[in-house]
């Protein structure tokens, strides 16, 4: 609206072309206005002096009614809460000589209420005194239409300040528009305000994964929405979340994109239940590692990428040695404690792109991607050994435990994971019967060994069954090569596999279960033959057993061992266990106990392969042993290594001066045999003297006298 037409307006269209009558246009003009052109004086009933037609219909009073106050004054017509309001604004105008604009309701002759709006300024009149010079209108409709809108505004405001959703508008290219309190608190800020100012660049500040704020405008642009687009967003101090986003594009009536609004919901606690439940059905409980089915998951990706890029993968079968050992000796806590240090030493070793797998028992499996040199996976698994061996503290015990590895390679050894870890697991057997803590290639060659393996397992039980495994005896002779005694040595002549040695059947024993029976049924033996040499003499003769460390530590050997002796009517102090210091790794009270029940069953305790291992000396000195039995690698050499004459020369020392009897195994020549009598070595046994024989055999030679003169065969 305007202010009234004032004369000179009429002035410039009309002039040119008649003599007007300036004071009719004016009148024709103003009482024809919607509203009321009026003058008043600036007094305290605004006492009108002009009012035009128009004051019928915006107030049902005529202009006579209202002219001097007649019928009703201004100020009257004027809603009593608002007069003051009126007043002020009209002064304040006045004062400062400008126009002024305002809103405000009256009272209609009908009483009904209008709001109207006033246009005026106050002008000098003819005799110089200032009057109030305006126009009038109703405005109720745009009124109503304002609050309306206002209300609406209100309670969609209330919405947005309130909803526990965050709420967002922003630009397409990342800019925030707006945000609800909501957003702020889900976001980490204090105020939605502090959010807009903070978050200028939405895809690159706040998605965890760059990626997602472009799939999100590429869904936005495609489908003109999203919905439940789940991110991990960064929080304003760092700290991620996961919402998940319902988001769409608004446009204006031409079609042209105003802004993407939408919805955001912490979804944090859902997502970690989710990735927890998934943790738990795909890693191991104990260790936290990935399990077999991760892993299968893990080799199958890395084989896709491997033939992606023409790169290697690598996959390493880890089973630690001993472990078993360490469990049944020193308890399931202790072994989960070392698996639990074991996982994290291998986890260690490795980069984050490569996989650390526990398959269950000791079984641990590594997926090497990209190692593209196999001088880099051996480097690798070098140091895997190496961390592996490492001391552990385990129930306030040192111990070492090593570990053997296989390695399988794609493409070279198999083209899926299933074979690809078979392989591995064939090969970690191969480093095994390398006699453990070394690692292995997977070959065919291998793959063949394993058959074989399994086929092995199979004829020994039904060897065990059919009584088939044969007892040897090696002589033990005095310095002076009288045979003291004899160590019984299994041997098992098999009708398609030929010999098999001992070092490949015991392992395989012993981690089957059967070394139990095949224990019983070569001390049966070993116990009835010196039974038999036995009767015939008056100094006795000594027959060594061996007893692997885990029957050792198995409950109820003793009463087992003191059977077979009744059994075989021998007496214990014609016996001597020969046990290993693996047997020392673990327990070693339970160790101690079961030693010191054998001293009163009466038997002699050997320490075997003495010098190779972990054991210090002080095992000699706690421990109730009667004879030490140097190791063969001691003994190679000894007459042309200083070194190794060295170490065996202070073996000796220590176990006379401990005294123990000395015993020296695997002498093979007469160097050897010389050295080690003139260090004041007791006993002696090896290829000089004569490998390991049958009964019959060892009978002949104490009939014979029972002096080894020359090397027997
Ligand atoms: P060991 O107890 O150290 O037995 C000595 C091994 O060295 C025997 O091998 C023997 O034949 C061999 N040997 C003897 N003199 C010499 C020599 O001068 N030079 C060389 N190079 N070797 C010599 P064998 O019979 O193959 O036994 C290997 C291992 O198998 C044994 O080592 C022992 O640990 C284990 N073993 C053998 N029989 C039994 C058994 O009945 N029970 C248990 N638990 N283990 C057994
Ligand atoms: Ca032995
Ligand atoms: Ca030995």
């Known amino acids: ?29 103003v009482h024809n206005l919607e509203g009321m052109a009026y003058r008043c004086l600036n007094d305290n009933s605004w006492k009108m002096i002009f009012v035009s037609q128009g004051s019928t219909g915006l107030t049902g009073y005529t202009p006579t009614e209202l ?53 005026g300024v106050a002008v000098p009149n003819e005799q110089g005194e200032l009057v109030i010079e305006g126009f009038i209108e109703d405005c109720s409709a745009q009124r109503a239409v304002v609050e309306a809108l206002e209300q609406a505004e209100l309670r969609y405001r209330s919405i947005f300040e309130h909803a526990s959703e965050g709420i967002f508008q922003t630009t397409s290219d990342g800019h925030y528009l707006a945000a609800n309190p909501a957003l702020a608190e889900l976001y980490g800020y204090a105020t939605p305000q502090e959010l807009i100012a903070d978050l200028s660049d939405i895809g690159r500040r706040l998605y965890v994964d760059g ?105 390493v079968f880890i089973d630690l040695d001993n472990f078993k050992f360490v469990n049944d000796s020193l308890g399931h806590a202790a072994g989960d404690e070392l698996l639990k240090v074991i996982a994290e030493r291998l986890s ?101 060994v394993a058959d074989e393996r399994l086929n092995l397992e199979a004829a020994m039980r039904i060897a065990l069954e059919r009584n088939e495994f044969e007892v040897y005896y090696q002589p033990k002779v005095d310095h002076r090569r009288r045979i003291v005694g004899v160590e019984a040595l299994a041997r098992w002549f098999h009708a398609e596999l030929g010999a098999v040695g001992p070092d490949r059947f015991i392992p395989i024993a012993e981690e089957t279960g059967l070394i139990m029976p095949l224990t019983t049924a070569i001390l049966r033996k070993a116990f ?30 003793v009463a087992h061992v003191a059977e077979l002796l009744r059994e075989a009517d021998l007496s214990p102090s014609h016996v001597e266990l020969e046990i290993t210091e693996t047997v020392f790794l673990g327990d070693s009270e339970r160790a101690v106990a079961i030693l010191t029940e054998f001293k009163q069953l009466g038997v002699n305790l050997a320490m075997d392969d003495f010098g190779t291992g972990y054991s210090s000396l002080s095992y000699l000195r706690r421990f109730p042993l009667d004879i030490i039995k140097i190791d063969r690698s001691l003994v190679t050499g000894i007459e042309h290594e200083e070194e190794v004459a060295m ?37 002696f ?28 065969s």
Not at 275 to 292: K, M, V, Y
Not at 388 to 415: H, K, M, N, T
Not at 528 to 550: C, G, M, Q, T, Y
Not at 662 to 672: D, F, I, K, L, P
């Open 1 to 29: 609206m305007q202010m009234p037409p004032e004369p000179k307006i009429a002035r410039t269209s009309l002039l040119t072309t008649e003599v007007l009558d300036r004071s009719r246009v004016l009148d024709t003009l």
């Open 67 to 119: 002219i001097d106050g007649t019928r009703i004054s201004w100020e009257e017509i004027t809603y009593p809460e608002d007069r003051s309001k009126v007043r002020s604004c009209i002064d304040s105008a006045v004062s400062r000589a400008q126009r002024f604009a305002i809103e405000y309701r009256i009272t209609t002759l009908a009483g009904q209420i209008k709001w109207v709006v006033e246009r």
């Open 211 to 315: 990626d997602r704020r472009d799939e999100f405008r590429h869904l936005m642009e495609t489908h003109g929405e999203v919905l439940n687009f789940e991110s991990e967003i960064y929080c304003q101090d760092g700290s991620r979340i996961w919402i998940s986003e319902n988001a769409h594009i608004v446009r204006d009536s031409q079609g042209e994109l105003i802004c993407y609004e939408g919805t955001v919901q912490d979804i944090s606690d859902r997502k970690h239940y989710q990735e927890q439940l998934e943790r738990q059905a795909n890693h191991d409980l104990l260790t936290g590692l990935p399990n077999r089915i991760l892993l299968g998951d893990r080799i199958e990706q890395g084989i896709a990428r491997a033939a992606r890029l023409g790169y290697y993968l690598t996959l």
């Open 348 to 448: 260690h070793c490795l980069r984050s792109s490569d996989t650390v797998a526990r398959l269950g028992g000791d079984e641990f499996v590594l997926v090497l991607n990209d190692h593209y040199q196999s001088s880099t996976v051996i480097s690798l698994l070098e140091r895997v050994l190496q961390e592996i061996g490492l001391p552990i503290l385990l129930s306030g015990r040192e111990l070492q435990v090593g570990a053997s590895l296989g390695v399988a390679l794609f493409p070279g050894d198999a083209s899926d994971a299933q074979s690809l870890l078979k392989h591995a697991d064939v090969a970690m057997y191969a480093a095994k019967d390398r006699g453990r803590n070394n690692f292995q290639f997977f070959t065919g060659e291998l793959n063949r």
């Open 528 to 557: 009835a033959a010196a039974r038999e040499w036995n009767r015939k003499r008056d100094v006795p003769l000594r027959i060594a057993v061996n007893l692997s460390a885990l029957l050792f530590l198995s409950d109820d050997i």
């Open 647 to 683: 170490i065996a020369r202070a073996v000796i020392s220590l176990g006379q001066s401990l005294r123990k009897t000395v015993v020296a195994e695997g002498v093979e020549n007469q160097a050897q045999f010389d050295f080690l009598r003139f260090q004041g070595c007791h006993e």
């Open 685 to 712: 046994q090896g290829y000089l003297l004569s490998p390991a024989l049958p009964q019959i055999a060892i009978t002949r030679l104490l009939d014979a006298g029972g002096v080894i003169l020359s090397p027997q």
